[in-house]
């Protein structure tokens, strides 16, 4: 379709969606179902406006008393022909009292809602007054803390709310706490008062923002205020290590500078809130939530140590850009609906890679954006569950599947091509004029390719359908001809992973590479096969790397002097493209087997001196020698492996290197001299020459033993000798799964059926991988099934990445056919099921599926 045309249809296309925003012409009341349905949220904003939430919390010390609230709500209403659906999640008793404009109705709930009856509602304004029990599943109380997480319908779990994101509401807030507690919420803290052992803090009207942004955070926590450049930031925390409070404190203040500077430069638009605090939170769900004047992060992530690696140091960099960038990209615009949340992770993962370019001098920004995006992206999209960027969602109760890696890591791949499709300046003129239209709005992602759109003469919608609405990834494939020494003929194809004749408009460049020298080549990749005219008459070069810069997507051809001239490549980028297309080439059993991957890598731990690269070969080796190899080959193996790990850490120089080589070998140490070696670290608290070790290293080494059967009292000699409360609560959670008594595992499992048992997310799936743990596969594969059985509860009652985390801790350490048969029999036995669910399942079993099938062709070329 020419241009002309496509522009005309836009058009067509807005002025029926405008004549459709009217008023409903229906007179049928909407359904009351559970959840937050489709139908109920169109109803809802068209009849709704102006809504503003008064709310009161009384929150007892004992985290086993009730938290009392009520609340005022105030909404203008342009329709009182039907009832209206107030949102509350909750058991009836958690009701008691509500009265809708003066008049005391019935304090019942009916499938989620609170039904506000037509007779009492009126045109115009109207105000509901509730006493309620605030429900506890999103309060995240501990015994001297808690926190709100309402992302993405989980308002209507704490309090009676129209829980939507294209409800924008003011919120007013007071809390009475214990004395000896403190507090953040969106709005700025207004007033104070003490009565005996109790206070009330009386927070500002927020700014106007979606329901899931609604949050406050109170306990005994440490408050620090910093100004630094005219901009006033408070921060709430609760860690006791002086050493990580003395090396991070400045870095958290100055990157959360540095990426409003950015930002605001960027954008051309100040920061559009009216205040800008944040709060570190021990063993949060998430890596940070970007709630308007009230950051959360997870304490692990912003707290660093002098021996920090370099990449520890970029992701801590990267979380708080990508959080700030969040202020602009989700708070100050806003998502329509959640089928489209992936459009505010993916502008938080763009800005913030560009950020951290900017805020740590000495990154490689190509590098950490491959090594980041890519392997993540992949581990998805190849998958018989990969699912599109842009999935349709009926019901708000199932938002929370549409998280994961298409959407924080292949999404920011795919505005990378289409920046680069459009150029730099038309695309980022594109994005303020998005930003400054919608601003304390919401939009859609066909409102921003309608801007974008009149900035290119691309075809933006045939390339946003299969970039954005379809999932999965191309693979290439390449004819060379040659003759007197001159390239005579080079075409690229490509065709879908699935079979398909589908074609991903992109750009990447090819490096032809010389005994001296390397030329790289741009290919513009619109057609299934294309041409490399720019090549044609070049000397034929010793061989030829594909996707060269790291910025395709897909599986690209390997080269078979390749994996051999890896290290020749200068370029670290280079290096890495090759690592990561050389795995995903032997998973699709391409180019190299696991074994030959795992020899090429062991020669790498010398030579390779990237300490990002370092990472992901380690990475990759680990997996290979854990999913990939037989318990034969591993034995097989372990020896030389450890010994080359080992002469590693003595060769490399960099301290970041050691360390991160250091973590290699504790993972794979399989022989008892590899073990003893780790345990006289671990007891004498002496890590090998160059390295440094934290706290939490040694609890992870502890860890590491622990699940080796290496002694039986290292984990209760370790948790003396952690100081913060924090942390020997998480190792005591955890000792139970480690346990050498099978019994005691069998017991801790059984444990997990009770969602109580499954409030702390992060410690449930570290125990899960240590309970599921190779070494310990023959005994816990039985729990298999009843995993799998609690997964539907696990969705209802956990926060969005945990069905996932759930999944992947259960079933990633894996290989047998065992395993495997369990999985598709639960698939097979529930032709019904959530299909978002299943999608899950598929991703998270991918791994097994392909160690089951590369083992069983090892297994059967050894018996030949």
């Not at 007779?119 to 995240?140: H, M, P, R, T």
């Not at 951290?356 to 000495?362: G, S």
């Not at 460049?509 to 299934?528: F, G, K, S």
């Not at 969602?755 to 702390?760: G, S």
Request: net charge negative; with cysteine.
């Amino acid at each position: 379709m020419k241009k002309t045309n496509r522009r005309i249809l836009i058009a067509s296309l807005s002025l029926l969606s405008a004549a459709c925003s009217g008023p409903m012409a229906t007179t049928e009341s909407v359904p009351v179902e559970a959840g937050v349905s489709k139908e109920l949220a169109d109803y809802r904003k068209q009849v709704l406006s102006q809504i503003a939430y008064d709310i009161s919390l009384t929150i007892p010390e004992q985290k086993q008393q009730p938290i009392m609230g009520s609340e005022k709500i105030s909404f203008n209403l342009s329709d009182n022909s039907q009832p209206l659906q107030l949102d509350f999640k909750e058991s009836p008793d958690h009701l008691k009292q509500v009265w809708l404009n003066g008049e005391k109705i019935e304090a019942s709930i009916a499938q989620e809602h609170i039904i506000l009856p037509a007779k009492y509602l009126k045109k115009g304004q109207n105000e509901v007054k509730v006493e309620f029990i605030a429900g506890d599943l999103s309060l995240n109380r501990n015994q001297d803390y808690l926190y709100t997480l309402l992302v993405p319908d989980r308002a209507r779990t704490v309090l009676p709310i129209f829980d939507q994101p294209n409800l924008k509401a003011t919120f007013k807030l007071a809390l009475t706490l214990p004395k000896t507690w403190s507090a953040l919420a969106n709005g700025t803290l207004q007033d104070s008062t003490v009565q005996g052992m109790a206070k009330t803090y009386t927070f500002a009207t927020s700014d106007t923002i979606p329901t899931y942004l609604f949050s406050f955070a109170a306990g005994k926590f440490s408050h620090v205020q910093r100004n630094i450049d005219g901009v006033n930031m408070h921060f709430y925390h609760r860690e006791t290590d002086a050493e990580k409070i003395r090396e991070s404190m400045g870095p958290i203040f100055q990157i959360h500078r540095d990426a409003l500077t950015f930002l605001e430069d960027y954008t051309q638009i100040p920061y559009p809130f009216q205040k800008f605090d944040f709060v570190a939170i021990p063993d949060f769900q998430y890596g940070g939530m970007e709630h308007v004047g009230a950051i959360q992060y997870k304490a692990a992530s912003l707290f660093l140590d002098e021996g920090a690696t370099k990449d520890q140091k970029i992701s801590r960099s990267n979380l708080i850009a990508h959080e700030t960038a969040h202020m602009w990209f989700g708070d100050l615009v806003t998502m329509q609906w959640f089928n489209d949340v992936w459009m505010k992770e993916v502008f938080a993962n763009f800005m913030a890679d560009k950020i951290t370019q900017v805020a740590l001098k000495d990154t490689n920004f190509d590098m950490k954006f491959l090594v980041d995006h890519f392997p993540a992206a992949y581990s998805i999209d190849r998958t018989t569950g990969a699912n599109p960027i842009r999935q349709p969602l009926d019901n708000l109760q199932d938002a929370g599947s549409l998280y994961g890696s298409i959407i924080y890591h292949k999404a920011p791949i795919m505005m990378r091509q289409l920046e680069r499709l459009m150029g730099e300046q038309a695309f980022k003129e594109g994005l303020q004029e998005y930003l400054k239209t919608y601003a304390y709005q919401n939009a859609t992602w066909p409102d921003l390719i309608k801007i974008l759109d009149a900035r290119t003469p691309a075809d933006l919608q045939q390339w946003n359908q299969v970039w954005v609405n379809e999932p999965g990834r191309p693979i290439f494939s390449h004819t060379l001809e040659t003759a007197n020494g001159k390239i005579k003929s080079l075409t690229l194809t490509q065709r879908g992973e699935d079979g398909s004749d589908r074609v991903w408009p992109q750009f990447f460049e090819i490096a032809l590479v010389y005994p001296n020298r390397t030329e790289q080549l741009t290919v513009d990749m619109t057609n299934a096969e294309v041409s490399v005219q720019e090549a044609i008459g070049k000397d034929a070069p010793q061989f030829i790397l594909f996707n060269s810069t790291g910025q395709g997507y897909g599986v690209f051809p390997v080269d078979e002097k390749l994996p051999e001239k890896t290290y020749t490549l200068q370029d670290p980028v280079q290096r890495a493209s090759s690592y990561i297309n050389l795995y995903e080439n032997m998973l699709n059993g391409r180019a190299v087997k696991p074994q030959q991957l795992l020899s090429l890598y062991q020669k790498r731990l010398t030579q390779e001196q990237e300490e990002l690269n370092l990472k992901l070969i380690s990475g990759q080796l680990s997996d290979v020698y854990w999913l990939l190899l037989t318990p034969q080959q591993r034995q097989q193996y372990a020896v030389a492996l450890e010994q080359s790990l080992w002469d590693a850490i003595e060769a490399q120089k960099a301290s970041n290197n050691k360390k991160l080589l250091f973590k290699a070998y504790q993972s794979i140490a399989l022989t008892k001299k590899a073990q003893d070696q780790l345990y006289k670290v671990w007891q004498s608290q002496t890590p090998p020459s160059g390295i440094k070790l934290s706290e939490d290293d040694y609890t992870s080494l502890a860890l590491a033993l622990a699940v080796r059967d290496y002694g039986t009292d290292i984990l209760e000699q370790q948790q003396q000798r952690i100081q913060n409360p924090d942390r020997k609560q998480r190792l005591a959670y955890l000792m139970p799964a480690l346990s050498a008594d099978v019994a005691v595992r069998d017991k801790f499992f059984a444990s997990l059926a009770d969602a109580e048992n499954r409030e702390k997310e992060s410690w449930v799936a570290s125990a899960l991988g240590y309970l599921h743990h190779p070494l310990r596969a023959k005994t816990s594969e039985k729990y298999l099934p009843q995993s799998l059985a609690l997964l539907e509860e696990i969705q209802r009652t956990g926060d969005i990445f945990f069905p996932f985390n759930w999944l992947r801790a259960t079933l990633g350490s894996y290989q047998t056919t065992s395993a495997a048969r369990v999985v598709r029999e639960f698939v097979a036995q529930h032709p019904d099921y959530n299909p978002k669910l299943k999608a899950k399942i598929l991703q998270a079993a991918d791994d097994l599926f392909r160690a089951e099938k590369l083992v069983e062709q090892q297994s059967g070329s050894e018996e030949l």
